[in-house]
């Protein structure tokens, strides 16, 4: 099921964008400040943020713009001032779409799921849930930590793990060497870059049929490596 937080401080119109989206199908959560909603939309796993932008504390702006530096799920801001439109769009913050109060639950809800599967047809993936990837092959489960290749489960080490969720988090995209050493081994670990070569040779040989020309992680030559959905 999709889970969708709203930032809004305004509880009647959080509640009632609660109701439509649960009795679409949906499950929704509601936060009523700037600062919490930030934090749980960056440590959640939501699959769309629905963004007041009038909000006690930070405002929306600031809000979508620290969601940014963390996420990549659709944003869809809410306003009250037709002004706000033109600086959402102005100040290029990297939202998905903006609407304008009042708007009609349906109209929301109808953007919410046109959002949902573009972001999905972008990401290239089957995305099951928030904690499942299936590309081709090979399944991965985010919460028991177990990859399956072929239906049979692969033994990974928990660093092999975690690059590999890194990759599949996002199909197809390219990850540098460095920030997957970063992402993965942690920002002030004491390491030789080396040691993501070895890794990546590692998982190759746990799921590639044949190791020397990979059919799930690539080489892209002089920018790094990546999952290939
Ligand atoms: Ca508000």
Redesign the pocket.
Known sequence: MKKILII???MNIAELERDYFEINGFQAEIETNGETGTEKAINGSYDLIVL?L??PGIDGFEVCRRIRAHQEIPILMVSARKDDIDKIRGLGLGADDYITKPFSPGELVARVKAHLARFERLTGSTKLTNTEVKIRGLHLDKLSHRVYLNGQEVDLTSKEFDLLALFASEPDRVFTKEELFEKVWGLDSIGDISTLTVHIRKIREKIESDPSNPQYIETIWGVGYRLRA
């Open positions: 809004e401080d305004e007041d009038m909000l």
